[in-house]
């Protein structure tokens, strides 16, 4: 019995050690998604507020043409970072950029997309955040490729860059446009 009390603390030590040399071999900003390579979640979001308002966004709008989903909010301080980007690639025409305003209050997204510019066609409110749930979102912003039959390509959690917009986001856009 005297042995088993000398080496339990030495057992539990090695188990905590064994566990933290897993945890640094892993990348924490591969963040995982599920939904990757499956269909689209249903939703039906209505319109942000205000003079930047466009149509609502749900589900039936994303199909036909591959596209880009966009979740961010006027509180999101690395939304503003990438914003920039979308704005370059809603310029180009090439592909549509659609947004969800993620807990965002009153018109709170509209003030900010009147002072930054909106890159987005259609913008839905997801005040409640539950489509963002249903995304398997971990935060803002987050960024989804879909393709034309409404499945989900790539999902770029945080800020995109333009190494990521270059590298990974425009090639699937435009294999998937074949």
């Excluded at 301080?77 to 969800?100: M, N, Q, T, V, W």
């Excluded at 509209?110 to 987005?120: I, T, V």
Aim: glycine share 10%; proline share 10%; aromatic share 10%.
């Amino acid at each position: 019995m005297m042995r088993f009390k000398f080496f339990l603390p030495i057992a539990v030590f090695v188990l905590f050690l064994a566990i933290l040399f897993d945890s640094l071999l892993h990348d924490p900003s591969k963040l995982p998604s599920a939904l990757v390579g499956k269909p689209i979640p249903e939703f039906d979001l209505p319109p942000i507020s205000g003079p930047q308002a466009r149509p609502g966004l749900k589900t039936a709008d994303l199909a036909g043409k591959p596209g880009i989903v966009n979740f961010f909010a006027s509180w999101c301080i690395p939304c503003k970072a990438e914003h920039p980007l979308l704005l370059r690639l809603a310029d180009s025409g090439a592909f549509p950029i659609y947004g969800i305003n993620y807990k965002d209050k009153g018109d709170a997204a509209a003030q900010w997309l009147q002072e930054l510019g909106n890159p987005y066609s259609r913008i839905g409110a997801d005040t409640a955040g539950r489509v963002g749930i249903d995304w398997g979102i971990y935060g803002v912003p987050e960024t989804f490729v879909i393709d034309g039959a409404g499945k989900i390509l790539y999902r770029q959690p945080g800020p995109l860059t333009s190494t990521d917009l270059e590298t990974k986001i425009l090639p699937l856009l435009k294999q998937a446009s074949k």
